[in-house]
């Protein structure tokens, strides 16, 4: 099980760190990725990365301003997103998959989902 935090309402510009925690111990090849979805518009790949050696990869529209991280010890995945604006506002989800890649029909867990919302 998956359960994601950390969403919430800001300005433009500004920033939120959301969080997924897992229930269970995540396997050695365990990959967790972030997408999002914004309202009438399809779910879109963020970021991922590997549990055990990082290896992070991400959407070319968040270089530079979003940071996927791990706690191992607390199982515990983040997405911090920085310099937000207006088109990052959407339902963003936390998934679980054994594969290193960005296609969501790999991925097998998913969590609620969160809203973030950017005001302009």
């Known amino acids: 099980q998956l359960v994601e935090s950390g969403g919430g309402s800001v300005q433009d510009g500004g920033s939120l760190r959301l969080s997924c925690a897992a229930s269970e111990r995540p396997f050695s090849r365990s990959v967790y990725g972030w997408f999002r979805q914004a309202p009438g518009k399809e779910r879109e790949f963020v970021a991922l990365t590997r549990w055990r050696a990082g290896s992070e990869r991400y959407a070319d529209f968040v270089k530079g301003r979003f940071t996927i991280s791990r706690d191992n010890p607390e199982n515990i995945v983040y997405l911090q997103m920085n310099r937000l604006t207006p088109d990052d506002t959407a339902v963003y989800y936390c998934?679980?998959?054994?594969?290193?890649?960005?296609?969501?029909?790999?991925?097998?867990?998913w969590g609620q989902g969160t809203q973030v919302t950017v005001a302009s």
């Open positions: 998934a679980h998959a054994t594969q290193y890649t960005t296609d969501q029909r790999a991925y097998d867990y």
